[in-house]
């Protein structure tokens, strides 16, 4: 049998809005940052990415994430813009891995433990687009357990129905009131600052630090249990992330 290019975990309503959302797992990537590891993928299942930016769709799997596209003032032109910080371009990998999926190339089966055998000894990246937290939590307990390690950052860490992944996954931060409420209620942290900017609290993430050749699939920090992490903006909308 020819090796799937991946699976689909979950197929649900989120508790944001009530519109539906998919849960894909692909097995392999080419991601320089985070090295070759499984990724998890939280899409609108009936809207594409790109448009789901564009219209505010994203809100189903996104939530309340700051990075989200929004209106700001801009004072120089006196009127308003959109803007988005947000690290991930929808119409790349995420808009490839929606296309797939609705092309029928992933297998439906995650009951046959062919997901959980296919990440055996590796590390996961549990959102690699969308919000971890909407994963139902006995997938996500299949998976880890099944994996070397993962990494997963949340950014509902507020939210009643997200208190489950608290000591799973990273509460994401952006800026310091956020961490020390986080920190507060017993999250570990993953703290955005801007670019060029440090934090006094916690470690910079290992795969962001000059010369370094850390990958997310050699480090152990960022599961949620460990270690409160820092990193700088970065990617096409790190000029819009403010202290």
């Known amino acids: 049998m020819k090796k799937p290019l991946g699976y689909i975990l979950q197929r649900g309503t989120s508790p944001v809005d009530g519109h539906p959302f998919v849960v894909i797992l692909t097995l392999n990537s080419g991601n320089r940052k985070t090295g070759n590891m499984p990724q998890v993928w939280i899409l609108r299942e009936d809207v594409d990415p790109v448009t789901a930016v564009s219209t505010g769709a994203d809100r189903t799997i996104c939530g309340d994430c700051p990075h989200r596209r929004r209106q700001v003032w801009d004072a120089k032109r006196k009127r308003f813009k959109w803007v988005r910080s947000c690290y991930v371009n929808p119409g790349q990998a995420p808009l490839s891995v929606w296309r797939a999926y609705h092309a029928g190339s992933y297998r439906p089966d995650l009951h046959c433990m062919e997901a959980p055998d296919a990440v055996r000894g590796r590390r996961i990246r549990f959102g690699a687009y969308g919000d971890p937290a909407l994963i139902n939590r006995g997938v996500f307990r299949i998976l880890s ?99």
């Open 145 to 243: 357990e099944a994996a070397d390690g993962h990494t997963a950052y949340t950014h509902q860490w507020r939210e009643p129905w997200a208190q489950w992944a608290r000591g799973k996954m990273q509460a994401s931060c952006d800026g310091l009131a956020d961490y020390l409420e986080a920190s507060a209620h017993g999250w570990k942290t993953f703290r955005v600052t801007p670019k060029d900017a440090s934090a006094d609290q916690g470690k910079q993430c290992p795969a962001t630090v000059a010369g370094s050749a850390a990958q997310c699939v050699t480090c152990a920090l960022c599961d949620g249990a460990k270690a409160d992490v820092w990193v700088q903006a970065h990617g096409s909308g790190a000029r819009y992330v403010a202290a």
